[in-house]
């Protein structure tokens, strides 16, 4: 069978057809529906929500101390060790329920902030009486604004008073009242002193002045959160656990600490981020239940019991305004910061936020918008989004903001990023990249002339009226419109929208009476012959994969040599000395590959060393990764595999780790080995999971569309 690749679909216009009949579409759009409402375009956003809705019960802004603005529905409390237990076996449980009552008057209820770790909050008898050691944080970086010094909390005396201390306070009852909506498991950090995260610096000094080690570490961190889950006895879920992962700098200390948050949540508590203003943190990570997939999206489980149940899960937005030049940089960057860190808070289900004054002036419609919605799961929110845009962190590229809503390319509808936003760098950025794609755009020169979506089953369980909101850029004289599957399982599409090439953002709203959920798109007989495709024989791209003769094409550093292989007779492996340099050190090979076709990459690796983490990568031309595949086994050979698929024709790295990348831990030696290495191509429909999309949109030309948000709103408002 001939293998029809992405180029076949285009850059001629005799193809047009072809791609769109590839994507389930006509060339010619349908006639509307009999009554069809025409859409409504107006200028800019649009997050409006039907009238009357309310915020979700167990959610909220919260602010520190005071309430100023409507908007505030929660505000904290820094209820300090040092005033809630100024002597020994005396307590001050009066101050915080007068703190209490005073939030309840301005119409708020209280989050609780029990702090014992910074040195203003640790009370002074405690520093009499035991003496302990009290540390000078190095700032994280010169020109932060604040300084502090933090009492080590693990020192045996120190750590026996506090908990003394808790367990006072839950007897008291406090954290059951039902104007208590969270506490904080405070911890040991050097931003504020009582987060959690560990620096280098951080730890050298810790262990020159209290010998800790790392199970004396995760033993003190475990023994708080039980202290704190017995504080908050039948009310578990209003706990934040601040740390998502394993912590520390080191091997030792993250292999001591990495069941730590699953044994959290076993005791029922929720969590709590430090740092959605960064715009770009927790697409994968375990702890938040979010994962980034190998084409690069970022998915959240909805089955995650911090999730499914309602516990408290939050951040927080609110380093904004000139006090934050010194982190952020120049002001003028930070509205669009904003609009895409409250989109990934509502993204990562979080129904808590802690905003400032600063926050709140910067886009009261998005700040609305976020306030009634974000308490809201998929079984009852009033609507699902997909923000279309492209960003790089570390080694990956990652696609849209996504909140029960999904947009995927496929034949016929590939996008292409758009919309260009430089920006001030973050900690997540490549070295050579602050940059950012605000939207994603069809490719009629190339036969792309659609956008596919896709609605989660639970959010959208049947047919039903529907307000759709697109908001996209004028960039050329387009002609677009919505095609959908309607109760009755017909095809049809909404009226269509006209542009006009002004270069102006707009938001155009369609009125559908019946929407549903069927996965129409595309699924026809064309289609699927494309998607299973494949060559007959499909060859090894791997030059010298047997390794046979000289290295050819394989780039071999001194510290690889290949040799015959023992237990192969015709053929010969890689085998790998350790030795330190100032880089890891790779064998590479370069490939060249079609865009838009999915490879496989399969290697067997033998992990003969001392703590060596073997692996082999494919990466882009300019280093970014693709896949990456590590060794897990010791002492036998291990198969790895893994799918990519290139984004567009050229060349790519195939690339072999004997160490691990990065990997410098002391006491690295010994060998590793790499054997049976292939990359192949495989059909289409490897990766084309989720290609039964509900609906499209779609283009008529001349030129191209440019959307950034795609919004479905349950109902007709």
Not at 183 to 203: K, N, P, Q, T, W
Not at 472 to 487: L, S
Request: proline share 7%; hydrophobic share 35%; aromatic share 12%.
């Amino acid at each position: 069978m001939k293998n029809v690749g992405r180029r076949d679909l285009g850059n001629k216009a005799g193809n047009w057809v072809l791609a769109a009949a590839l994507a389930g579409v006509s060339a010619v759009p349908l006639v509307p529906r009999a009554g069809e409402r025409q859409p409504v375009v107006r200028p800019g956003w649009d997050w409006t929500l039907p009238a009357g809705l309310k915020p979700a019960p167990y959610s909220g802004f919260v602010s520190w101390g005071r309430r100023f603005d409507p908007a505030i529905s929660v505000c904290g409390i820094q209820a300090t060790w040092k005033r809630l237990n100024p002597a020994p076996g005396v307590y001050n449980w009066e101050w915080i329920e007068r703190q209490l009552s005073k939030n309840a008057a301005m119409g708020v209820r209280s989050g609780i902030h029990l702090k014992g770790v910074e040195r203003t909050a640790v009370p002074d008898w405690v520093i009499d009486r035991f003496r302990p050691v009290v540390v000078d944080v190095p700032p994280l970086q010169e020109n932060q604004p604040w300084r502090i010094r933090n009492v080590l909390p693990w020192q045996p005396n120190v750590d026996r008073a506090f908990h003394e201390f808790l367990r006072e306070f839950g007897r008291r009852g406090i954290a059951r009242r039902k104007d208590v909506v969270y506490g904080y498991i405070h911890g040991i950090s050097a931003s504020r002193g009582e987060e959690m995260f560990i620096r280098r610096v951080d730890l050298k000094m810790w262990q020159e002045t209290t010998g800790l080690t790392a199970k004396q570490f995760a033993d003190w961190l475990k023994h708080r959160i039980d202290a704190m889950c017995e504080a908050f006895k039948g009310v578990e879920y209003k706990l934040a656990l601040m740390f998502a992962g394993p912590i520390g700098p080191t091997v030792e200390f993250r292999e001591a600490t990495a069941g730590l948050v699953d044994y959290a949540f076993s005791k029922g508590t929720g969590i709590r981020g430090g740092g959605i203003d960064f715009m770009h943190g927790l697409f994968d990570s375990p702890g938040w239940a979010s994962r980034l997939t190998p084409d690069g999206y970022c998915i959240v489980d909805d089955d995650h019991p911090v999730i499914r149940e309602r516990r408290f899960r939050g951040d927080e937005n609110e380093e904004y305004g000139k006090y934050w030049v010194w982190r952020f940089g120049p002001v003028e960057g930070y509205p669009y910061r904003h609009r895409i860190s409250t989109l990934r808070g509502l993204q990562m289900r979080q129904n808590f936020q802690y905003v400032s004054p600063a926050t709140l002036k910067l886009n009261p419609a998005l700040n609305e918008y976020a306030r009634v919605a974000q308490g809201y799961r998929r079984d009852d929110s009033p609507d699902a989004w997909a923000y279309l845009r492209e960003c790089a962190v570390r080694r990956h590229i990652v696609r849209n903001i996504e909140r029960w809503l999904v947009q995927r390319d496929q034949p016929g509808s590939r996008t292409i990023p758009a919309e260009r936003i430089d920006r001030y760098p973050i900690p997540a950025d490549p070295k050579t990249r602050h940059y950012d794609f605000d939207a994603r755009r069809t490719d009629a020169a190339d036969g792309q002339t659609g956008i596919l979506f896709r609605l989660d089953r639970v959010f959208w369980s049947r047919p039903g009226p529907a307000t759709v909101k697109v908001t996209y850029t004028d960039r050329a004289a387009v002609r677009w419109w919505i095609r959908y599957t309607d109760r009755q399982g017909r095809l049809t599409n909404t009226a269509s929208v006209q542009n006009t090439g002004d270069g102006q953002r707009k938001t155009a709203t369609f009125h559908i009476d019946s929407l549903a959920a069927l996965g129409r798109f595309p699924n026809d007989p064309a289609f699927r012959k494309w998607a299973n495709a494949l060559p007959e024989d499909p060859p090894n791209l791997v030059k010298n994969a047997q390794l046979a003769g000289d290295a050819g094409p394989w780039q071999l550093p001194a510290i690889y040599r290949i040799i015959p292989d023992p237990e192969q007779t015709d053929r010969r492996r890689v085998e790998f000395t350790y030795k330190r340099f100032d880089d890891t050190v790779h064998m590479d090979q370069l490939l060249r590959l079609q865009g838009g076709i999915p490879y496989q990459l399969k290697v067997q690796i033998r992990n003969d060393g001392v703590k060596l983490r073997p692996a082999a990568r494919i990466a882009r031309m300019d280093w970014s990764t693709m896949l990456y595949l590590k060794a897990r086994t010791h002492g036998k050979w291990e198969t790895l595999s893994g799918i990519f698929t290139p984004e567009k024709d050229g060349m790519v790295r195939l690339q072999l780790f004997g160490q691990g990348r990065g990997n410098y831990a002391p006491g690295l030696a010994g060998k590793s080995y790499f054997r049976n290495i292939e990359v192949r191509q495989l059909p289409r429909n490897a990766v084309l999971r989720g290609r039964e999309m509900d609906f499209r949109v779609e283009t008529a030309g001349p030129g191209d569309l440019t959307v950034t948000l795609v919004r479905v709103v349950k109902g007709i408002f």
